[in-house]
């Protein structure tokens, strides 16, 4: 599939406008039934918290509101801060713009989040290890890191190329989506193209998927011990070869409540 008419942008300073509209809200409401069943399970408790790859800042807003805590939005995108923002501007969120490889929070958290591919962005031979080191750092003894993660198991193994079109905000989003299960890489090709102007807007995004072995040790070496491993479609304990995982870790040491605010 061929795009015509083409500018080539940074990642997400297009596609932020309508990301709620065309993937946002359908993802958050998803992961919010999934946060709530799984924090029951494992009788998280937090009285503070940090979503790591934030995105609009849907899911912090969530976190603020309902559980009634601060909390940090991170992110290392610009155009998607921009958004949250705004979706933010009437709960105790505080938002970030950093790297989680360099994350480094004003203090430490009971609960950090990551959620809708956030950790699969990491693509670098190292980047997710580091990744965990720095939640542990930057969670209290005994807090929890609650996330998901795209597996080997991706659905485009039998596919190479997946197109989905979406409308959105006076925008058709449509998104190319190819899977290298060699490397481990899929490539998504997103064109933005706006109703006040014949010109598409190209962006260009790279995911990494991870297995489990190496989850799990990169995990345990960071100081994590796994309660949970779900598969994020059934919710139930993870067996076979899921598409999308969602794991329950937490840090090392004996959890002691305290009051932020």
Known sequence: MAFPALQTKRPYSQLAPAYDQALGWPTFLRTRRSFERLSRLYDIRFHNAADLGCGTGLFANYLSRCWDVPVWAVDISPDMLRVAKRNCSSSGVRLLQQDIRCLRLPEPVDLATSNFDALNHLTGK???????????????????????????????????VYVRKIAAQHRQVTQLIRWNPTHRIISITVAVQSSDSPRAKLEFH????????????????????????????????????????????QKSGTYSYKKTR
């Not at 209290?140 to 190479?160: E, M, V």
């Not at 345990?220 to 870790?249: K, N, Y």
Request: hydrophobic residues 40%; glycine residues 8%; contains cysteine.
């Open 126 to 160: 190292d980047d997710l290890r580091v990744a965990f080191q720095r939640v542990a750092e930057n969670l209290r003894p005994g807090g929890h890191f609650y996330f998901d993660l795209i597996t080997p198991c991706f659905p485009l193994s039998k596919r190479a």
């Open 206 to 249: 790279r995911e990494r998927v991870y297995s489990f072995e190496e989850v799990g040790r990169w995990l345990m070496d960071a100081g994590f011990v796994i309660r949970g491993v779900h598969d994020e479609q059934t919710l139930e304990p993870a067996s076979g070869c899921p598409q999308r995982i969602i794991v329950v870790a």
